[in-house]
T-cell receptor
Framework: QKEVEQDPGPLSVPEGAIVSLNCTYS??????FMWYRQYSRKGPELLMY????GNKEDGRFTAQVDKSSKYISLFIRDSQPSDSATYLC????????????FGSGTRLSIRP | GAVVSQHPSRVICKSGTSVKIECRSL??????MFWYRQFPKKSLMLMAT?????????EQGVEKDKFLINHASLTLSTLTVTSAHPEDSSFYIC????????????FGPGTRLTVT
């Protein structure tokens, strides 16, 4: 079993829809949870970062962490074609000097 | 957010030669940087952890003599692919953490290496 599981997709939704992306994990020691967006042939861009359980909102993006269920989510409201990318969940046990464990990434396509 | 740069963005080299890739943290100091490799449509594979002033820590299966890492300052880490072969062709990405927050890391734009 992988430490972090993420559905690779692809996921295709119409413009304006609410997108829900999810990951599950097995290591209860993870404390820091991140979502990265990666466009083709580019480095990952940090979208959201959450410490421990709870919700965090930034514009059209909302990240949720449920440590009791070992489940994290990213919601995108009013999705735009420019949101089409691969979304990677990531988590670590400690500080920024700690290794990050990535999910496999979900390819998202927003249809105009 | 914090900015990490990489140079070059793209390089083509002949089999048997060596290639150096630079990773710089532009607006923060990073005692630890990470090097990843990514194959098309695949997730990132951690190759090694680069520690300023000390030896890098390599992941299992990564040849330390082939992928030389030097972290000479708090803003610069280099990855040298020695005696490159076509199977080393890949997308190499570095990351660094600011150390002031928690577990988040910031990634460079990546370097596409093609070995002919």
């Amino acid at each position: 079993q992988k430490e972090v599981e993420q559905d690779p997709g692809p996921l295709s939704v119409p413009e304006g829809a609410i997108v829900s992306l999810n990951c599950t994990y097995s290591n209860s020691a993870f404390q820091y949870f991140m979502w990265y967006r990666q466009y083709s042939r580019k480095g990952p861009e940090l979208l959201m970062y959450t410490y421990s359980s709870g919700n965090k909102e930034d514009g059209r993006f909302t990240a949720q962490v449920d440590k009791s269920s070992k489940y994290i989510s990213l919601f995108i409201r009013d999705s735009q074609p420019s949101d089409s990318a691969t979304y990677l969940c990531a988590m670590s046990v400690g500080s920024s000097a700690s290794k990050i464990i990535f999910g496999s990434g979900t390819r998202l396509s927003i249809r105009p | 957010g914090a900015v990490v740069s990489q140079h070059p963005s793209r390089v083509i080299c002949k089999s048997g030669t060596s290639v150096k890739i630079e990773c710089r943290s532009l607006d923060f100091q990073a005692t630890t940087m990470f090097w990843y490799r990514q194959f098309p449509k695949k997730s990132l594979m951690l190759m090694a952890t680069s520690n300023e002033g000390s030896k890098a820590t390599y992941e299992q299966g990564v040849e330390k003599d082939k992928f030389l890492i030097n972290h000479a300052s708090l803003t610069l880490s280099t990855l040298t692919v020695t005696s490159a072969h076509p199977e080393d062709s890949s997308f190499y990405i570095c990351s660094a953490g600011t150390g002031t927050g928690g577990g988040e890391q910031y990634f460079g734009p990546g370097t596409r290496l093609t070995v002919t």
